[in-house]
C-alpha cells in the first residue's frame, strides 16, 4: 500500500509562488508516474502536471503550462509542484496521485493512489 502526503498550501497574492510537495511512504512509488490534480469549489477534478517515473517526461495543461513546473526527487520519494505567476484561477485544492503507468497519465480514473489535498487560494 502506498500512502501519498501533500503539503505546502496556502495563502499568496496574486502573482506570487508556491511550491507543493508530495511525499510517498510505505511501497515505493519509484516506477510509478506521479501527477497532480486540482479541485475547485464547484468544479470537477481536472488535470494539472504529470511526470513519468524517471523525471524525464512531463506534461502540463494549457492553463499552467509555463507557468508550473513538475519534477521529482526518487531518492526523498517526493514530487514536486512549483507554482509561479498564480492567479485566483488557480484556487483550488491541489492532489497528487500515482499511476501504475510509469509513463503519467492526465486521467485522474488511471491513477491507484491520492494524496489528501492541499488547499491553494490566491488573493487578487
Known sequence: QVQLVDSGGGLVQ???SLRLSCTAS???VDSYGMG???QAPGKEREFVAAINWSGGSTSYSDSVK???TISRDNAKHTVYLQMT???SED???YYCAASGLGTGSSNPSEHDYWGQGTQVTVSS
Open 14 to 16: 496574486a502573482g506570487g
Open 26 to 28: 510505505g511501497r515505493t
Open 36 to 38: 497532480w490534480f486540482r
Open 66 to 68: 509555463g507557468r508550473f
Open 85 to 87: 505567476r498564480l492567479t
Open 91 to 93: 484556487t483550488a485544492v
